[in-house]
């Protein structure tokens, strides 16, 4: 089928070093447009300790890696063999899948793809590479460094111990692995690094992905390159593509709901990262809320038998996408404390109303109002009624993760904007700032559903930049 593909252009390319964040933000993040940027990677670690040339040709440093890292264990994908939507995984060392790797092709699971290996929560102290600037504002590993995404931690610890204690990745594979068509978890952004090898890349936009899934919407193609049922894919014959061949030393950026496959041309290393933050906050909500009706719609049969029926549709959300509506708002709320935080700061930290144009506190009031935007829409669902929700301003500012979360995302937004660090490298006491600029009010605030988080982020807007 792949031969009769319409591919009607490719991915723009730009040079990262002539680019400001509002340029990225303005033309990629907001446009939810894909790009190619070259020149960032030069200073990496991991451009130097992961390649070796050989007769002239830069190739994985398999020896390094498995001399440094073998012990890691890691889900390895057996690329010919397909299990539901995905390729079957398989549980081996980084050193046995190294060793497999170097076997001649007979041996059975000769075309394994090492995928979604959580590097950097394993060695931290090793530095393989600097997050690019372009991707710093990045909520989500932000708050998994210090906060589990599931509050009910008996149910869901082993995921999040092992699948969902950050979304940083190195993915490993050599010449004809590949990834089947798919959309990114959460339908979050991605931004992937080539450190060695060659990737091409097949996009379809948003606005047509729906052409790749059967009547039912159920279920999307598998492989772009096998020949596709017209019968159970009607419409796949009129979708149309861009392509993209990614280089070493190369990133590309992937918007939210862009479906795409992957194919290793060559041996390859690459470093990957889901996120979202304002920009895509929306793509998040859209799909928690889709797979939500759908969870809902399954077991809909036994809604007059079971106790807490929605318990258990929350459940099986955070089962199968990755967190629910519960965790998704715990997650909004400590993020909006901590933007109104540091909004108090600027607006203390400042002797004139300056502040409020600058880039950073624009930045800030942006989130505050994607954040605010989410909340209307779920002020319709369950977290409307009562629940076990309750999280008030001036607990969450004792909290210790709070007070790093706080410091790293000022440490975040100074670099963005400013390009340098803080100048304060201590952490200040969080409450100060609201108690000199005459908010102490802040500090009773208690936010117990959607519509109190619309009401304290209304407030602050006013309180702070509007009178």
Sequence with gaps: MGLNMNITG???????????YSDFANKYLSKNEPVVITG??????????????????????LHFIASNFGSSKVQVADCGSREFSDQKRLDMSVAEFIDHWLKPSTVEHDNLYLKDWHFVKEYPEYTAYTTPLFFLDDWLNLYLDHYHMHED??????????????????????????????????????????VC?????????????????DRNMKNSVYDIFEEVDDTIFPNFKKTVWLECTQERNEIIFVPSGWYHQVHNLEDTISINHNWFNAYNLSWVWDLMLRDYKEAREYIEDIKDICDDFEGLCQRNLAANTGMNFYDFFNFMVRFSFANIVQLCHLAKSSATVKWRSSRTAQHLVFNLESVKDIAIKMKLTCLSENHNI?????????EPAFSELCFQLERTYAFIHDKHEPVSETKKNLMDDLLDIGLCKLLNAVVCNPENLVILIDDTLQNLVIT
Excluded at 10 to 20: F, H, L, R
Excluded at 197 to 213: C, E, I, V
Excluded at 390 to 398: A, G, M
């Design 390 to 398: 309750s999280l008030d301003f001036k607990s969450v500012l004792e």
């Design 10 to 20: 490719g991915v723009e390319k730009v040079n990262g070093n002539e680019m400001s």
């Design 40 to 61: 960032l990677m030069s200073d990496w670690k991991a451009c130097r300790d992961w390649v070796v040339v050989d007769d002239g040709i830069i190739k994985p440093n």
């Design 197 to 213: 090898g060659k990737k091409q890349w097949y996009f379809l936009s948003p606005d047509q992905h729906h052409l790749a899934f």
């Design 153 to 194: 931690l008996d149910t869901y610890q082993r995921r999040d111990n092992i699948s969902c204690s950050d979304y940083r990745f190195v993915y490993m594979g050599a010449k004809g692995t590949w990834t089947p068509f798919h959309a990114d978890v959460f339908r979050s952004y991605s931004w992937s690094a080539n």
